[in-house]
């Protein structure tokens, strides 16, 4: 069983930027999707980005143009480069890997920006 390991996570002011990080506990061989999510207080979960083979990326439309994501092509496990952070990007963050029909899920990081 594959486990992942969000870090990155940190308290900024509105206009920074952070970079997240997904640590696998071994390599992931092969993936069909992976992506991050957020989740704030009181609200549900939600993709913020994803990314396909392609590569072919999807964000939500509140993140385009300041987040990325990319792939670290040998571990298979994303990272989400977040710039211009506002203060509704406050939530704690989730990387997923989905392989072989299975997700995996890191116990997420949180970001709080501050305005």
């Known amino acids: 069983q594959v486990q992942l390991v969000e870090s990155g996570g940190d308290s900024v002011q509105a206009g920074g930027s952070l970079r997240l990080s997904c640590a696998a506990s071994?390599?992931?061989?092969?993936?069909?999707?992976m992506g991050w999510y957020r989740q704030a207080p009181g609200k549900q979960r939600e993709l913020v980005a994803s990314l396909a083979h392609g590569p072919n990326t999807h964000y939500a439309d509140s993140v385009k143009g300041r987040f990325t994501i990319s792939r670290d092509i040998y571990k298979n496990t994303p990272s989400l480069q977040m710039n211009n952070l506002k203060p509704e990007d406050t939530a704690v963050y989730y990387c997923?890997?989905?392989?072989?029909?299975?997700?995996?899920w890191g116990q997420g990081t949180q970001v709080t920006v501050s305005s």
């Open positions: 997923k890997v989905r392989s072989r029909r299975s997700d995996f």
């Open positions: 071994q390599r992931i061989t092969s993936f069909d999707v």
